[in-house]
């Protein structure tokens, strides 16, 4: 740092120069020179120092640009000669000091990018020689103080980018005639646009979009023959007719207009002919997000300046114009969201300056055209949601950024050049009819965030080396017909989202990274998937059993099903042992052989391995058991249905204590049984299941199946006598199928029941679901009556026996007194899940 001293009078001041790179910590050091300039660089930090004061004859203050925190000092008031104010672009706080207002002096006054809160002072309007004021990028509020529309020196009115509201003076184009940069976007003002704008014939500059503007645009804004840019966008303009576009007529004797914007408003009707008159030196266009409808003008050909048209998100028909090559200065072109229909002109390609191409949500055919390839700056393409057909020409785009193909009809495979995009980092091909392998060279796409391939055909294994796309977040590869397993590599990105669903996917699913939060993935419809965090309710990984050693001893793990009394079967071979050395007799052979002739003895279920089994094991000491044993395993020897839970034996044995044991040995229902889903216990590990509309419709839809087929296509008819959710068990893919027929009664030929071959153990039924039929000997109504209450329970979520039926009042009575107006308030709750 140089400083150097003059004298002239009594005064003395210094010259500045910075010449050192490191930070500076401003403290207070007074520097001027000759000119009374303050000057400053990047390398300030620190407070604006109050003792500024010193300096009565400073009239440039410049710290713009710089790292100051703090408020702005009320001292810097009293400069009375200072001339221009230039702190913008810091980390100023607090408020506008109303101090400032008493340097008449002022003619500049920049603070902004700042973090000013609170209102414009009323006395900065008693700053009459300020040309400059510019407090946008803050946090003001409240509403401009009506003095500083009254100074008539402002040329420059920038206050975009705040929190400040009101209506703007219908004058203000009367008592502002300097104005040429007037910025007022992003606040809140309402009201409508003052026709007396057009008085301000000095005006360049013209935005006040994303305010609350309602009415129409002046017609009488062609006064203002200066007028380079007007914005109006983002407001509520218009009424949807078509004269909300009269003002383009005025704007042809602007003929330096070069931005236009008044996209996101009400406007309506077609574009008029006049548009054709506007500024040949117009380069951006901006009429997006609007009601304008019909063709593409073809006045828009003599804007040849474009470098940017957007007129997407609007009701225009017809095709692309083939005219539109003639801009070859062209950089953005957005045409999505509207109805045009054709092809994409090839001569789309001779835009060699394009860097974005919207085209989505339309009507397009045919192909993507090859010539695209000759835009070599093209950065952002997407098409999607369209009818186009072919094939993806990856190949053409190696510096795509963006490619968005999706919801088209496109065909073949995702090429495998896709590993040439080293730059993209949003690559969308879904809901196509793409097949194939997914490539593994799109493990070179190391900038990769959005990867979207569901909804195609895509076949094989997962890529194994996705450990390379570090920057991943987003995956979606569902619904396809991938198969294999999930590589564990995928736990090791930084996956925000994966979907992994209704493919073919196998074996144990990670647990790390993004597979801890069930929120984050989706692996439903994957049939042999096991494994996982609890809330992803997978079935669990099996568990091998295998032979050890001479002695041939197996480990039989047994699952109990819930809601029937079971426990932990020992492996038989001990039984058989301890049978030898006891030397009692065995008693292995039922006396009514003729009810199982299915019957597999104990030692061949030894010799099964590798499976996960249930076991019913039978209370001997209840009276009627062994009947009940017998009618069970009398029915269940000739049934076979998808919905009805698979027996694999029936048992009748000694136990190591010498009492007889009696025990049906079931295919394993990984998911439990109903009641459990609809009623989880408190205190159980999985309390967080819940079963949404769609499951509950497909399980009562598999429960309906099965009766319907042990009532019609049994060789006898079955009755099952006992239906309710504890005897109804989900498989791993929650396939509903109904169980324990310990109750079951068979019809003979003439629909008579089979007092002969039938349990008698107690009253048929449940209490809650047992129904008056059965007494009165309509017995398949019995079980349609019991059906009907299973059904109503699984979508209330209430028990029959809750203790609010009572007296009469039942559950069918309290969902009928529901119909129709209260459905919604009875269903359960848990069945529409609530978003987080």
């Not at 001569?347 to 045919?366: C, F, K, M, P």
């Given at each position: 740092?140089?400083l ?42 620190g ?9 009565p ?8 640009q710089?790292k ?9 008031g ?28 002022l ?20 700053l ?9 990028a ?9 003095s500083?529309?009254n ?10 980018l ?32 003052p ?38 966008g983002q ?13 383009l007529?005025s ?30 030196q117009?380069s ?18 003599n804007?040849?300046n ?19 090559m003639?801009?070859?200065k ?20 001779d835009?060699?300056q ?22 070599k ?20 785009f190696p ?7 999706a ?18 980092f ?6 196509n ?5 997914i ?14 391939l ?7 294994t997962?890529?194994?080396?996705w ?62 998937l ?15 059993v ?13 699952i ?9 079967l ?8 301890w049978?030898r050395?006891?030397k009692?007799k065995?008693?292995?052979t ?55 839970v698979k ?28 009641e459990?889903?609809l009623?989880?216990?408190?205190d159980?590990?999985n ?8 499951q ?20 006898r ?18 396939i509903?199928h ?28 449940s209490?809650g679901?047992a ?9 398949k ?6 059906y009907g209450i ?14 609010m ?22 269903v ?9």
């Amino acid at each position: 740092m140089i400083l150097s001293t003059s004298a002239t009078g009594k005064e003395l001041h210094a010259a500045i120069s910075i010449k050192e790179s490191r930070p500076w910590t401003y403290k207070a050091i007074l520097c001027v020179d000759p000119y009374h300039h303050m000057l400053a660089t990047s390398a300030f930090s620190g407070r604006i120092p109050s003792n500024l004061t010193n300096c009565p004859e400073l009239r440039v203050m410049d710290f713009i640009q710089n790292k100051l925190i703090g408020n702005i000092p009320v001292e810097l008031g009293s400069l009375r000669k200072l001339e221009k104010l230039y702190i913008g672009e810091n980390n100023l706080t607090g408020g506008i000091p109303p101090s400032l207002g008493n340097i008449s002096s002022l003619q500049v006054l920049n603070l902004g990018l700042n973090n000013f809160v609170g209102n414009i002072p009323d006395e900065i309007g008693r700053l009459q020689r300020l040309s400059f004021f510019h407090v946008g990028a803050n946090n003001l509020s409240g509403m401009i103080p009506y003095s500083l529309y009254n100074i008539s020196a402002l040329s420059t009115f920038s206050i975009l980018l705040n929190q400040l509201n009101g209506t703007l003076p219908d004058n203000i184009g009367l008592t502002l005639p300097n104005l040429r940069f007037l910025s007022m976007s992003v606040n809140k003002f309402f009201g409508s646009i003052p026709v007396s704008l057009s008085n301000a014939s000095r005006l360049e500059t013209i935005d006040l979009s994303y305010n609350k503007l309602v009415g129409q645009v002046p017609t009488d804004l062609g006064n203002l023959l200066d007028l380079q840019w007007l914005g109006v966008g983002q407001n509520n303009l218009g009424s949807n007719n078509s004269k909300d576009l009269d003002f383009l007529t005025s704007l042809k004797n602007c003929t330096k207009l070069e931005i236009l914007e008044f996209s996101s408003n009400n406007f309506g009707g077609s574009l008029p002919n006049s548009i054709r008159n506007l500024s040949m030196q117009l380069s951006k266009l901006y009429l997006n997000d609007n009601q304008l409808s019909g063709i593409i003008p073809t006045a828009f050909e003599n804007f040849i300046n474009l470098t940017i048209l957007n007129m997407a998100n609007n009701l225009f028909t017809g095709s692309i114009p083939a005219y539109f090559m003639k801009f070859q200065k062209l950089g953005g072109l957005f045409l999505g969201g509207n109805r045009l229909s054709g092809h994409i002109p090839s001569s789309i390609g001779d835009l060699t300056q394009l860097v974005v191409l919207y085209l989505s949500r339309n009507n397009l055919e045919g192909s993507i055209p090859s010539s695209l390839g000759n835009c070599k700056y093209l950065q952002s393409l997407e098409i999607s949601t369209n009818n186009l057909g072919g094939v993806i020409p990856i190949s053409h785009f190696p510096q795509i950024l963006v490619l968005s193909l999706a919801q088209n009809s496109l065909n073949g495979t995702l090429p495998v050049e896709v590993g040439n995009l080293k730059n993209i980092f949003y690559l969308d091909v879904s809901e196509n009819n793409l097949s194939g392998e997914i490539p593994r060279t799109i493990s070179d796409c190391l900038t990769l965030e959005n990867l979207y391939l569901q909804g195609n055909s895509f076949q094989g294994t997962l890529p194994p080396s996705w450990a390379s796309l570090r920057g991943l977040q987003y995956l979606d590869l569902s619904r396809n017909n991938l198969s294999g397993t999930i590589p564990k590599d995928l736990q090791n990105l930084s996956l925000l989202y994966l979907n992994l669903s209704f493919n073919n996917l196998e074996g144990e699913v990670p647990t790390e990274g993004v597979f801890r939060n069930a929120s984050g993935i989706s692996v439903t419809g994957n049939k042999k998937l096991c494994g996982g965090i609890l809330e992803l309710q997978l079935q669990a990984c099996d568990i091998k059993v295998k032979k050890r050693g001479k002695s041939h001893a197996l480990k039989l793990t047994v699952i109990i099903v819930c809601g029937i009394l079971c426990f932990l079967l020992s492996s038989l071979f001990l039984v058989l042992y301890w049978r030898r050395k006891s030397k009692k007799k065995s008693s292995s052979t039922l006396s009514n052989t003729e009810l199982i002739s299915k019957y597999i003895k104990e030692t061949e279920i030894v010799d099964q391995e590798e499976m996960i089994i249930a076991v019913k094991v039978l209370n001997l000491q209840q009276k009627g058991a062994s009947k009940s044993f017998i009618a069970e395993c009398n029915v269940l020897r000739n049934i076979r249905h998808r919905n009805l839970v698979k027996t694999l034996t029936c048992c009748a044995s000694i136990d190591y204590k010498g009492n007889e044991f009696k025990a049906i040995v079931f295919e394993f229902m990984a998911n439990g049984s109903l009641e459990n889903w609809l009623h989880p216990n408190i205190d159980n590990e999985n309390q967080s299941r819940n079963l949404n509309l769609l499951q509950r419709l497909i399980i009562a839809i598999d429960v309906a199946s099965a009766l319907h087929y042990l009532h019609e296509y049994c060789k006898r008819p079955i009755i099952h006598c006992d239906l309710k959710p504890s005897n109804v068990l989900l498989d791993n893919d929650m396939i509903a199928h109904v169980s324990d027929f310990g109750l079951a009664r068979l019809l003979s030929a003439t629909n008579d029941v089979s007092q002969n071959q039938t349990s008698t153990v107690g009253i048929k039924g449940s209490i809650g679901y047992a129904a008056p039929e059965y007494g009165a000997g309509g017995v398949k109504e019995g079980d349609v009556y019991s059906y009907g209450i299973l059904v109503l329970e699984m979508f209330t979520g209430r028990r029959p026996t809750d203790k609010m039926f009572k007296d009469g009042f039942n559950l069918h009575n309290f969902v009928r007194m529901a119909l129709p107006e209260r459905l919604v308030q009875i269903v359960d709750p848990k069945t529409f899940p609530q978003e987080k």
